[in-house]
């Protein structure tokens, strides 16, 4: 019975686990989840530091975290990024400074904190963050940084203090704050950028996020916007900064802050008006000023307007782009490839729950969502103290796909151990593929006094293991938001240039399109070309991006979307949304046979994916979306069936929203979520949600062969189930019928009349 | 012209229809369309779907079992890379993928059986071919033979055109001229007997040299020896009907290529399996199944063939294929494969015109089937009938099925002893999920005995197919594997029908039965234990243990079958209706004789005085035959009565002391074919997929009871110590 027991409990768990674990990562990209995060575990105070030190003045610091706390959770956590620096700052001597907590579970004497710079380490940390925030100091030794782009890699080892449970793994975390976590140069001006190749050392703010200031004195007035997105897009290329933010202004601050990049703008003649400017830099295409309170500002200018558009296509090219950060691999069809070439090297673990993922690209015309399996061959071995009930689980981009349950005791060594992974949880673009092993050992139920120091591996996991990608449909479609965020298409490398339409031509609306268009650009590895056109006049054929406040674009675009009316007053009310609906619907406990009833269409959901009230025969019409009044920005795709162009439209209930909104889908860990046909930021939650098209339109579909034709009809067809189960009772029918036809004249029949009287 | 059009339309929607099954549908899709699919398959189940409905009924069937196949072939299989897994993982691929090639041929085969024929052309007195019957005998004893014989002379034509030849291999001058003294005179006392008795009959007895070739060669020397047009065949324990040559011999009239006229044989004796398991009198024979839906479908495609007996041949066929082929021990089917492939044509009377016994014991039942496994499997070696040259493309098909069929004791053990691989040894040979199960293995369960039932329906009940083969493939599998090792070892051996079980016992050959049931029954206890102590796998604990309970069920019931019941009347009674009078004591008194046997009869006597029938009275009964042969009186002693109003019942014991009484009985019991048709009519019909299932389900649990009793009572019955320890 208590066998039975615990195994329920750890059911229990696992799928807990599969619901709240923010997905481990290897992106550089990627914030962790944040700290408020409710997790049982008493979060340290925050008590005022012991300064051991003097810290440097908030605009020299070197800051290196891409979001405001990065929380490494479980027993084994990584994160890997990079961050460039100029030739000066990677010549000067500097100290690492790193301030981070941890939980109180964290077992000092059996957890490490590590991170290693350019695969070299530099510190080894003890973490004992768990009274009050711990800063620390370390010196970098000579020759570990590298002008230009450098890796950091982040890997914390947690053990709990007293309990061995797998539930518990959950309670260990540690917060690297951004804020107090940076390099600190000791070369005065060594972070100065000097040539535009130096762009991308602009780096982040304390918050993570690169600010893109462009100010232009001309705004609103001579300067086109099509030369002023241009230059966003070439300075989101040349920062290749994670988090971007861009704001528009025409005059100039007086300082710029640490991560933020301040681009001045204008004819010789608008530059030469501003004090700050000396001649020498008005008359060049492009240079560096420094501001008058500190910090530097980039100028970029000619004679006229067409020749800034110039100068900035030749800063383009002086610039060299940071290498951009793609997945390890690229599945462009069938695809066999290592962990180890995924990024993932052998290795051992002594815990009770082995993390480790990888990141594997989808092509933008990607169609196997609703059909297919992947396969992970498995090569590992976990010792004979593994208890059977343990498992394998899989999880990608956040949804838990396979749990394949550990079953034999007494250890094993698997090789090519097959783990089937459904397909449905891939996308266009990034994929992250979340491994997870649960190790439960006898130990473990006992939990001896010192049992998670234990450093005895109980499980290996081999770089020889592979991904198996079989040969999948692949078709263009639209609306596809998760194709376009990821990979820019349709944009990227359209033979026409794109129609942009800007409601208006204010701050507010262009930050909202650099945002969009320094995404894309970065999606795609290129800049979009595109011409500014007005709402009515979008040339056939061409594809378009329209960003503008909802009132300033044509109705007819939005006709299907409708952003609902803020409740009246009272703050503090929680709205009654779907998320309530479903609290109560769990907490109401159905009669009998309602019951079942409801029991066996839970197991068909969870088993099969399988909801009756939404079968219907032939794909639905799209109908309106409501979206929550307390939306920022909405990204909304449709196709214009006269001529098979895609039609992205970014917008809000204001234009002041709408540059807050683009401020927050740029943040790295919202933009990845866009997908779908409507993608909007709810800021009561502050979260990005998507909502899958009920339809999609083919843009086209290559290659045109057999296979991928028969490909692409099955998971169009797996999609409209009921409309496969009649394609096959009809041909069945007629199947059926025409062997009777068939029968009836082939072979002996004496007598058509007669039938079989007893063969019923 | 019609027919071309009608087969490219079939050809090309079955190609659509399979492009469309063998899509990679995911399991939800699967769900939706196997459910949606079955309840449609279930309506015209429920409906009687007959002609062009149940053509759907079975391609709709059909798409689940093909969806199946896809699934199964592209999905399941262990990696090859675990050998533990794979090997076996692979032959349980194997043998299902064999199920369903079986399958199909039978859907080919009867999908549509041809309907009853119409009664034969009558053919003008003066234009009726001569007829040779030949019933081959080896060691039967000479009052069955005499039964035989007589109920031959009694068929109805003219006695001039017809002569009845007993083939007697017992009494060969090789027989006789034994080394073994004892067998030498007996088979010497045998000769002389049945040279007698013949004389006595009028039938012609021939005998020769050397028992080569067995029962081809017996036929060969008869052939040898007659010169009629036609060749009737009956095994010497199978009498035919008064009405045999009128309704076989008019299609010879009618197609010149005919070679064969096969009418079914019909068993008035339980076999072993029905008599241990109560299940004659209710439930269609097994061989009803081949006799009634399968030579039925045979016949549509030209392939019916031939079965040892109770057939009529043309002579002049014969001539061409040198008469009956004895490469194989089943010269029948070899012969009609022969003929077949040189454009002789053969048709099926499904009408039962002989009545026949059945071996009595488990042992020689499966001796018989033995016999008829291994020449099945030596004529797939020697004459393997795809590649037949002459053959049709439907006439391939059939023999394929045919012989094809005796394999099934392979499948059969694998199916066995699959799910013990992951209960015993943790392995796992199908890799699939609880919920791919439901969507795919358990639909094609369901669509598999829905088609079975669709086209067997009252002939066969659900599982006692499957029960069957189980009992079958026990003993069958080491004889199928010796023939396939070495292929000309096997040799003829006369099936015995008239050994007779007298006391409860259990078979001679029932060890293994218990062995196997034995080892699934610990099984099941292991599933309990896993299910108890491995929670988080018991989706897949689940799925196996019940695979493995249908296991037992089946080794369950077949306990039973080995566990035989003895049996005080040795002979079955057939039901009649026979006006009669009843002589005791020079006294002749109004009676109806309402059931008969081979040795006696019950007769209602219409008198009230019954003290004039004691025990052991000796009497007379005179009653209106059928024929023309038989007349007189029959002697008959009373073994008991009993007195209901105005009537005696009386049972009574034939006491025939001359060739003409055996006459009398041959036509009391045999002369009616009708009779026997009512009887076979009577168990016909189709208690449908669910009650089919419970009714075996009841059955299982009673005999797996019966058999365990068996075990413990009467383990060994013919020990001379009669011993029980």
């Not at chain 1, 309530?580 to 769990?586: I, R």
């Amino acid at each position: 019975m208590r066998a039975l027991l615990s195994a329920t409990v750890l059911s229990l768990s696992l799928t807990a686990a599969a619901a709240q674990v923010p997905s481990f990562d290897m992106s550089p990209e990627r914030n962790s989840a944040s700290p408020s995060q409710p997790d049982g575990s008493t979060a340290p105070k925050s008590s005022p530091l012991p300064q051991l030190f003097a810290a440097p003045p908030e605009s020299l610091r070197h800051y290196l975290l891409q979001s405001p706390t990065l929380r490494l959770q479980g027993e084994t956590a990584v994160r890997q990024w990079a961050f460039n620096l100029t030739a000066a700052e990677a010549a000067s001597a500097a100290r690492f400074i790193l301030e981070y907590t941890n939980a109180i579970t964290v077992a000092p004497e059996a957890s490490r904190l590590t991170v290693s710079i350019n695969n070299a380490k530099l510190i080894e940390e003890t973490p004992r963050g768990a009274e009050y925030a711990v800063q620390r100091l370390f010196e970098v030794p000579e020759g570990m940084l590298k002008p230009g782009r450098n890796t950091i890699r982040v890997h914390a080892q947690q053990r709990h203090r007293t309990d061995c449970s797998i539930d518990s793994t959950f309670e260990l975390w540690t917060d690297l704050q951004a804020e107090n976590t940076y390099l600190d140069f000791d070369t005065p001006g060594a972070g100065l950028m000097r040539s535009s190749s130096d762009i991308a050392t602009v780096g982040v703010g304390a918050d993570g996020v690169t600010r893109m200031r462009i100010v232009v004195p001309s705004l609103g007035r001579q300067a086109p916007p099509r030369t002023l997105l241009q230059l966003a897009q070439t300075l989101a290329l040349a920062t290749g900064a994670a988090n971007t933010a861009y704001s528009f202004s025409s005059s100039l601050p007086a300082s710029a802050a640490r991560g933020e990049l301040v681009v001045l703008v204008g004819t010789t003649a608008d530059l030469s008006r501003l004090a700050a400017v000396d001649a020498d830099a008005a008359s060049r295409t492009s240079a560096f000023i420094r501001l008058p309170e500190g910090g530097q500002a980039l100028t970029v200018s000619a004679a006229d307007w067409p020749g800034i558009a110039n100068a900035i296509r030749q800063l383009a090219d002086a610039t060299i782009p940071p290498v951009r950060e793609t997945p390890h691999a690229e599945a462009k069809g069938a695809t066999r490839i290592s962990f180890s070439e995924l990024g993932v090297s052998a290795q051992q673990f002594s815990g009770r729950r082995f993390v480790t993922g990888f990141e594997i690209g989808m092509p933008a015309d990607f169609y196997a969502g609703n059909y297919g399996k992947a396969r992970i061959y498995l090569d590992a071995a976990y010792s004979s103290d593994v208890l059977p009930g343990g498992s394998f689980n899989v999880t990608i981009n956040g949804q838990l796909a396979t749990t394949v349950p550990i079953t034999k005791s007494g250890g094993a060594v698997l090789q090519e151990y097959p783990i089937r992974i459904p397909m449905r949880h891939f996308r266009p673009g990034k994929n992250t593929v979340e491994f997870e092993a649960l190790l439960p050992t006898k130990a473990d139920t006992v939990c001896a006094p010192g049992a998670t120091a234990n450093e005895t591996p109980r499980f290996a996991l081999f770089g020889t293991s592979e991904l198996v990608i079989p040969e999948f449909a692949r078709a263009k479609r639209v609306p596809d938001l998760a194709a376009t965020a990821a990979l820019g298409f349709p944009y990227a490398g359209s033979a026409e240039t794109v129609d942009l339409v800007l409601a208006q031509e204010d701050g507010l609306t262009l930050s909202a399109a650099a945002t969009v268009l320094g995404k894309l650009a970065q999606a795609s590895g290129a800049p979009i070309r595109f011409e500014t056109v007005e709402p009515g006049s979008i040339t056939e054929g061409h594809h378009a991006i329209l960003v503008g406040a909802m009132g300033s674009l044509p109705p007819d675009m939005l006709s299907k979307i409708e952003l609902a009316a803020a409740p009246e007053g009272e703050n503090g009310i929680e709205r009654l949304d779907d998320k309530n609906l479903e609290f109560w619907q769990q907490r109401v406990r159905p009669g009998r046979v309602l019951g079942w009833f409801s029991g066996a269409s839970e197991w068909l959901k969870r088993n099969f994916d399988l909801d009756l009230t939404t079968a219907r025969l032939l794909p639905a019409s799209e109908p309106e979306r409501q979206l929550p009044s307390t939306t920022d920005i909405f990204l909304y795709q449709s196709a214009d069936t006269a001529d098979d162009t895609v039609r992205t439209i970014v917008s809000a209930g204001s234009a002041a929203q709408l540059a807050n909104g683009a401020e927050a889908i740029a943040l790295q860990d919202n933009w990845a979520k866009v997908g779908g046909i409507l993608s909007y930021h709810d800021t009561l939650e502050d979260e990005m949600l998507a909502v899958e098209p009920k339809a999609a339109r083919f843009l086209s579909i290559s290659p045109l062969s057999f296979t991928n034709l028969r490909l692409v009809m099955t998971n169009w067809l797996a999609s409209n189930f009921v409309l496969y189960s009649l394609i096959l009772l009809v041909m069945a029918v007629t199947v059926g019928l025409l062997t009777n036809a068939l029968l009836g004249s082939l072979g002996r029949s004496h007598d058509d009349e007669a039938s079989d009287e007893d063969g019923i | 012209m019609r027919s071309v059009n009608i087969f490219l339309f079939w050809a090309v929607s079955a190609v659509v229809l399979v492009f469309f099954i063998f899509l990679p549908i995911d399991p939800r899709t699967q769900l939706v369309t196997t459910f949606v699919v079955l309840m449609i398959v279930v309506v015209l189940k429920y409906l009687q779907a007959e002609g062009a409905t149940r053509m759907v009924l079975l391609a709709l069937a059909t798409s689940i079992v093909l969806r199946y196949v896809y699934w199964r072939t592209t999905s399941t299989l262990p990696p090859i890379n675990q050998p533990l897994n794979f090997i076996p993982g692979l032959l349980l691929y194997l043998a299902e993928m064999f199920s369903v090639w079986m399958l199909f041929l039978s859907l080919f085969v009867v999908s549509r059986p041809l309907a009853p024929r119409p009664p034969s052309p009558g053919l003008a007195e003066g234009t009726l071919p001569t007829v040779d019957i030949f019933i081959p005998t080896y060691n039967e004893n000479s009052t069955l033979l005499a039964h035989t014989m007589a109920a031959a002379l009694n068929i109805d034509y003219p006695a001039d055109k017809f002569t009845v030849w007993l083939l007697d291999d017992g009494g060969t001058v090789q027989k006789r001229s034994a080394m073994n003294m004892v067998e030498a005179k007996a088979a010497e006392a045998r000769h002389a007997e049945l040279q007698d008795l013949c004389a006595q009959l009028g039938v012609r007895y021939l005998t020769r040299e050397r028992n080569e070739h067995a029962k081809a060669g017996n036929l060969n020397n008869g052939l040898a020896h007659s010169t009629g047009e036609l060749v009737a065949v009956f095994d010497a324990d199978h009498a035919p009907a008064r009405d045999f040559l009128k309704e076989t011999v008019g299609f010879f009239g009618e197609d010149p290529k005919l070679f064969l006229v096969q009418t079914p044989h019909f068993f008035i004796n339980p076999d072993p399996v029905e008599r241990n398991l109560q299940t004659f009198q209710k439930m269609p024979s097994e061989n009803e199944m081949f006799y009634g839906i399968i030579q039925r479908g045979l016949d549509k495609w030209n392939a019916a063939f031939f079965c040892g007996s109770a057939a009529v041949l043309r002579r002049e066929a014969l001539v061409i294929s040198e008469g009956f082929s004895g490469m194989s021990i089943t010269e029948d089917c070899e012969t009609a494969l022969e003929l077949h492939s040189r454009g002789w044509n053969s048709i099926y009377v499904d009408r039962p015109l002989i009545a026949g016994l059945q071996p009595e014991t488990f042992a020689s039942f499966i001796g018989q089937r033995s016999r008829w496994a291994q020449g099945m499997m030596q004529i797939m070696r020697f004459r393997f009938p795809a590649f037949k040259r002459g053959l049709t493309v439907a006439q391939r098909l059939c023999y394929m099925s045919s012989t094809m069929f005796w394999l099934f004791p392979f499948p059969r053990f694998i199916f066995l002893f699959s799910p013990l691989f992951y209960l015993f040894f943790d392995l796992e040979i199908f890799t699939a999920s609880g919920g791919e199960f439901m969507a795919y293995t358990v639909s094609y369960m369901i669509a598999n005995l829905l088609i079975q039932n669709s086209l067997y329906g009252s002939f066969r009940w659900p599982w006692i197919s499957e029960l069957y083969e189980y009992v079958q493939s026990v003993h069958l599998l080491p004889a199928v594997i010796s023939v396939a090792l070495n292929p000309t070892k096997p040799t003829f051996k006369v099936t015995a029908k008239d050994e007779s079980v007298a006391q409860n016992r259990l078979s001679e050959i029932s060890r293994p039965f218990f062995l196997i049931f034995f080892v699934l029954l610990i099984a099941t206890f292991v599933t309990g234990y896993r299910l108890y102590t491995e929670s988080y796998k018991a989706d897949i604990t689940l799925v196996v243990g019940g695979w493995n309970l249908l296991n037992l069920l089946l080794a369950g019931c077949a306990l039973g079958v080995v566990s035989e019941r003895g049996e005080r009347q040795t002979t079955r009674r057939v039901k009649v209706q026979r006006r009669a009078e009843v002589e005791v004591n020079g006294k002749w008194y109004p009676a109806m004789i309402r059931d008969v046997s081979v040795n006696g009869a019950g007769i209602q006597v219409f008198s009230t005085e019954v003290e004039e029938f004691p025990r052991d009275q000796i009497g007379n009964v005179r009653f209106q035959t059928h024929g023309v042969v038989a007349e007189g009186d029959l002697p008959i002693s009373i073994r008991h009565t009993s007195v209901r109003g105005e009537i005696i019942f009386m049972g009574c014991r034939f006491a025939p002391d001359s060739v003409a009484h055996h006459s009398l009985i041959a036509d009391l019991l045999y002369a009616n074919s009708e009779q026997w048709w009512q009887f076979q009519h009577s168990r016909r019909y189709n208690p449908g997929v669910v009650r089919g299932t419970f009714r075996f389900l009841h059955i299982a649990l009673v005999q797996t009871f019966r058999g365990l009793q068996y075990l413990v009572l009467h383990r060994e019955p013919q020990a001379k110590t009669g011993g029980s320890e």
